[in-house]
Nanobody
């Protein structure tokens, strides 16, 4: 079965960096676009970043452009989200996602989800 496992979250101070990982299994990794979403308390899940199946196209939410970088490693079947210059407003549960066909910033476009990893940024 398909499984996505998110990891790498933690408690950091404003200005620090974190790298989140999403290890996948049960799917042909190169056939899937990968994405990251986040959900803060009392808010809807929102799009953060995505990368195409071949890694040639990346998209970022305006709130993270210039600070976050999404990547993928085919040898490890893993996607990553490098988060620099973290701000308290980045505090949320971050979720990895995978899409086989069409995908977008909408959560309904994605086929599989990780369990989420908590990122807390103190001021």
């Amino acid at each position: 079965q398909v499984q996505l496992v998110d990891s790498g979250g933690g408690l950091v101070q404003a200005g620090d960096s974190l790298i989140l990982s999403c290890a996948t299994s049960g799917l042909t990794f190169s056939n899937y676009a990968m994405g990251w979403f986040r959900q803060a308390p009392e808010k809807e899940r929102e799009f953060v970043a995505s990368i195409s199946w071949g890694g040639s196209n990346t998209y970022y939410a305006d709130s993270v452009k210039g600070r976050f970088t999404i990547s993928r490693d085919g040898a490890k079947n893993t996607s990553f989200l490098r988060m620099n210059s973290l701000k308290p407003e980045d505090t949320a549960v971050y979720y990895c996602a995978a899409a086989r066909k069409r995908y977008s910033t909408q959560t309904t476009s994605w086929d599989y989800w990780g369990q989420g990893t908590q990122v807390t940024v103190s001021s």
